[in-house]
């Protein structure tokens, strides 16, 4: 078992060593062609660098702790049109540096994968956002080319949500129009407010169901079992490779620290459940997670790496 963190990773004082830049559109439609050109390749650079300096830092640490989701703010701005034009000017300067960071990752077994962001709804009623959803995540796609992926099946993990009017046949039809790479890398994940693990485990023939045990009991007010049949239908749609599920827990504060809580007696709304915690404080659950033995877990919690760090030292205890 492999765990995971999100984006960014943190040393013991909670500080960044090597942090992710991102800007803004407005900032950058509101600069000259040559001051955007600067900015965006400036940051790409360092985003590459640290990427490479965050690979190097996990490689150092067990095989269990290699796995981190890159943030989709690598190259910042990437699909705004404007932007768009002007990467094709030093794009094939990058490729070393995404190809050494690849090779880096593969040779030291850190795996790896990007999240799009909530506005990626491939499955949407509104033809406009279908449409940037699919250059969404072909510019991820083109990330994850460019280190080397998308060769295999689920050599690299580009996961979404499901979510939009559409559903599954909407979902399906945008998957047909993405590039055999981006097929190859995407998976879907099941939410706690649209799709359920039901509704995505329609889409397991055309690609692998992330399973989110805390989106599933918000949703459901269940905690599944490794034992549900379900699982079984979610582990057979990797085809043979690890599956991926997501852990997280509700604030500190709106759930007991000790055993399962039930949303019945909680008194909490569902859209406040939904947050995610600083620390994995409850082990009932952390115990729960962790007995999903044939899955690598990406731990979504603020405190990243060093939440991911105690759950994993709970689980060197047991």
Not at 194 to 220: G, M, N, T, Y
Request: hydrophobic share 40%; with cysteine.
């Amino acid at each position: 078992m492999k765990l995971g963190f999100a984006c960014k990773y943190f040393d013991s004082n909670f500080k960044q060593p090597f942090p992710f830049r991102a800007t803004t559109r407005t900032r950058f439609l509101g600069l000259e062609k040559e001051e955007r050109l600067k900015l965006i390749e400036e940051i790409a650079r360092a985003n590459l660098h640290n990427l490479f300096l965050n690979l190097t830092a996990l490689a150092e640490q067990p095989k269990a702790l290699r796995m981190m989701r890159i943030g989709s703010d690598l190259l910042p701005l990437y699909t705004v049109p404007e932007a768009t034009l002007l990467y094709q000017a030093f794009l094939p300067d990058l490729t070393p540096l995404f190809e050494q960071c690849g090779e880096f990752a593969r040779r030291n077994d850190i795996r790896l994968s990007f999240h799009p962001g909530q506005y990626t709804v491939l499955a949407s009623d509104n033809p406009q956002v279908v449409d940037r959803a699919i250059d969404d995540v072909e510019y991820h796609a083109l990330c994850a080319r460019l280190m080397g992926y998308g060769k295999t099946f689920q050599d690299f993990k580009i996961n979404i949500h499901m979510n939009g009017k559409r559903g599954f046949d909407g979902f399906k039809e945008s998957f047909d129009k993405l590039s055999p790479e981006a097929q190859r890398m995407l998976t879907v994940e099941n939410d706690e407010i649209s799709c359920s693990l039901d509704d995505v485990l329609q889409a397991r023939e055309l690609c692998p169901i992330v399973l989110d045990i805390h989106h599933h009991w918000v949703k459901e007010n269940e905690f599944i079992r490794h034992d549900d049949p379900r699982i079984a239908l979610v582990k057979a749609s990797w085809r043979g490779v690890r599956p991926v599920m997501h852990y997280s827990i509700s604030v500190e504060g709106l759930i007991p620290e000790h055993g399962y809580p039930d949303q019945e007696t909680l008194g909490v709304s569902k859209s406040k459940l939904r947050a995610h915690s600083d620390f994995y404080f409850n082990d009932t659950l952390n115990d729960w997670a962790l007995s999903f033995t044939d899955f690598d877990i990406m731990c979504e919690v603020k405190m990243k790496n060093l939440a991911r760090d105690k759950l994993y030292a709970h689980l060197l205890a047991k």
